[in-house]
């Protein structure tokens, strides 16, 4: 499958923050991570039968000089992020009742117009694809993701999501093999008076079926 990679000119906060000026490093129980995550509105909790994306998230923080944020603020901002990315995964390759046709335009809307354009050429990458109509049930395996969160002036300006999902899928037709789905991708976000908003990915995803090996012949 082709892997494509939208790029931009970088900013100079992103340059801050890839040398990790006043790095701090806080790693969060994945427990505490699930809690955080939990908030997501109960109109997209997934109906019975569903399985339910619940990311694993370690999270890390950077500053400028002009000081660091207040202790809690890291783990706050990451787990809005961390929100996001359960449901979107939960509609874009889990729950086949919100597949539609496959555009998915209410995780489009989180992205700057750039990448928004970028997602709808790329829904192969960062979505389930042509896939979605022969995909009878998912399960997520790997859920995890590595939040870094910028801040300048004790203010969230920028964060960092580098995530690997991985999913094997029951097929419609009873006489194909499951379906392997491994996707890795880095989201960058940029904070906006709406929230955290996707300004960059870079992406890959492989789809492949789960062939049984061969049973050993007796000699």
């Excluded at 991570?33 to 923080?61: D, R």
């Excluded at 961390?82 to 509609?91: A, I, K, P, R, T």
């Excluded at 300006?157 to 093999?177: D, E, L, P, R």
């Excluded at 996707?198 to 789809?207: D, E, L, M, R």
């Amino acid at each position: 499958m082709r892997q494509p990679t939208f790029s931009r000119r970088r900013t100079r906060q992103q340059r801050l923050l890839r040398t990790g000026i006043g790095v701090v490093v806080i790693v969060v129980v994945a427990a505490l991570i699930a809690n955080l995550a939990g908030g997501k509105k109960k109109g997209n909790t997934p109906p019975p039968g569903v399985a339910q994306v619940k990311f694993v998230a370690s999270v890390k923080s950077a500053s400028d000089a002009k000081g660091l944020p207040s202790k809690g603020a890291p783990n706050a901002e990451a787990s809005k992020i961390v929100s996001m990315l359960n449901d979107w995964y939960e509609q874009s390759f889990v729950d086949t009742s919100r597949f539609g046709d496959g555009t998915f335009p209410d995780i489009a809307k989180s992205f700057t117009s750039d990448a928004r354009a970028s997602f709808t050429t790329y829904l192969s990458t960062l979505t389930i694809g042509d896939a979605r109509t022969d995909v009878k049930h998912v399960d997520p395996s790997t859920q995890t993701a590595i939040v870094t969160v910028y801040f300048s002036n004790r203010n969230p300006t920028y964060a960092i999501a580098a995530v690997h999902f991985v999913a094997s899928a029951t097929m419609k037709n009873s006489g194909a093999y499951p379906l392997k789905i491994d996707q890795t991708v880095t989201y960058d976000f940029t904070k906006t008076g709406q929230g955290w908003v996707v300004s960059y990915y870079s992406a890959k995803q492989s789809q492949n079926s789960i062939v049984p090996a061969p049973s050993a012949s007796a000699s």
